[in-house]
């Protein structure tokens, strides 16, 4: 009988991909989620791409009751993937104990269940942003964090040390926590992908979103910084290698690794806003019309991922090219019968 893996925020941008990846990989996945940020088509779509509706629990993770109701329906779950989150980092600022009470919640009670039902494995989705602006690059798993920046970022490396003092008081649980780079692109199906609410906060959905004419332009934000073209420089990430990585680090577990272990999940290369304006240009032969603007406040100049780690340990790179990225996010953008 297929292994079952219980993912909290499955409805969501990187669940939904993950889904995918997990059912592709043999695994029945029940997917918990609110809504708060997705929608229900987003699994309609993964139906359409695999074959197979995943069982779908509404259900608040950060109400303690029904998230015990949903465990204890799969107490036989091998394994949860905890994406379910808030993860605006303006918004957090704005509205810090929202955050704090959405994403730390949410983690207690699924730990908490994951040591009443015995439920051995948990991947939690960490984020780049505990480095912060980090003094030498490539990060390492093994750079120091920086203070968090944002109440979102300071969920996160709560997140990862709430669950290393858990893994530590509790030997029969096991955790990988997985920092994502700068997640991208949709299922090369364009039938899942990213579909922010409201006006896009990142990058690539801007992109996309002025591409097809629902903004007026793009807002580069700074070209001044001290990089090789004087823009920002991220390590984007196609979403379904990140997808792969979620199988990877659970066949890791249940194949035996112990304890928490941390994993920086990137393509180990560097590109600027702009690279990422004219790479997106060439790949789809739409022109991004763009204006320089101020630096955002918080941003860092450059950082990427130094990912041997993952390589090494969970035989897991990202290998997707750039413009195959590109290609599936501006298919999904065009593709209004997926959305809301
Ligand atoms: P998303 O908003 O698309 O997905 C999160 C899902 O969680 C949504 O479906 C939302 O409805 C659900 N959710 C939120 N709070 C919930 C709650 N209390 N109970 C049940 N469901 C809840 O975001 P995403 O981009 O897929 O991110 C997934 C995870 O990865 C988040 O934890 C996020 O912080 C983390 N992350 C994302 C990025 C990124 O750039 N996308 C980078 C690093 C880390
Ligand atoms: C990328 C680059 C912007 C929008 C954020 C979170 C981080 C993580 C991933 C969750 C930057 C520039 C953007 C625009 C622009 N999320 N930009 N015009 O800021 O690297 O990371 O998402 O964990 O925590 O902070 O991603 O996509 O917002 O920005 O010029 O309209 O694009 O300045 O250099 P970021 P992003």
Redesign the pocket.
């Known amino acids: 009988m297929a292994q079952k893996i219980i993912v909290t925020g499955g409805a969501g941008y990187i669940g939904s991909h993950t889904t995918v990846a997990l059912q592709d990989a043999g695994f029945d996945v029940i997917v918990l989620d609110n809504l708060i940020n997705s929608s229900e088509k987003s699994l309609h779509g993964v139906e359409k791409i695999t074959g197979i509706h995943p069982e779908f629990i509404h259900v608040d993770c950060t109400d303690r009751d029904a998230t015990r109701n949903a465990f204890k329906k799969h107490s036989d779950a091998v394994g949860v993937i905890h994406f379910a989150g808030l ?1 605006a ?1 303006g918004e957090s600022v704005e509205k810090p104990l929202m955050y704090y009470r959405n994403n730390l919640d949410s983690l207690i009670n699924v730990l908490e269940m994951m040591r009443e039902f015995n439920i051995p494995n948990i991947v939690f ?5 505990v480095y912060g602006n980090p003094d030498i690059l490539p990060v390492t798993e093994e750079t120091p964090l920086k203070p968090a920046q ?1 109440p ?2 300071q969920t ?1 490396v709560m997140g990862e040390e709430i669950i290393r003092d858990m893994v530590r008081a509790t030997p029969t649980i096991n955790a990988t926590l997985l920092r ?5 692109g949709a299922h090369p199906s364009g039938q899942i992908g990213e579909n922010p609410r409201g006006i ?8 996309t979103q002025t591409a097809i004419g629902m903004r007026e332009q ?5 070209d001044d910084y001290d990089t090789d073209d004087g ?4 390590d ?1 990430i196609d979403v379904n290698d990140l997808a792969r990585a979620h199988v990877a680090a659970l066949r890791h577990m249940i194949n035996g690794a112990h304890g928490a272990n941390v994993f920086n999940l990137g393509t180990g290369h560097g590109v ?2 702009m690279e ?1 304006v004219n790479a997106f240009e060439s790949a789809t032969g739409v022109k991004i019309k763009y204006k320089i ?1 101020p ?2 406040p ?3 100049p450059a ?1 990427w991922a130094d990912a041997t780690h993952a390589k090494r340990v969970l035989g897991w790179s990202a290998n997707t090219p750039l413009v195959d990225t590109l290609a599936s996010a501006w298919r999904w953008q065009q593709n209004p019968d997926a959305k809301d």
């Open positions: 993860k980092v989705s960490s984020s780049a942003t944002s979102y970022g996160k994502y780079f700068n997640p991208i896009p906060n990142n990058l690539m959905p801007y992109i793009l807002s580069i934000f700074g823009f920002c420089v991220r984007y600027s806003v990422m603007a630096r955002r918080g941003d860092v950082i």
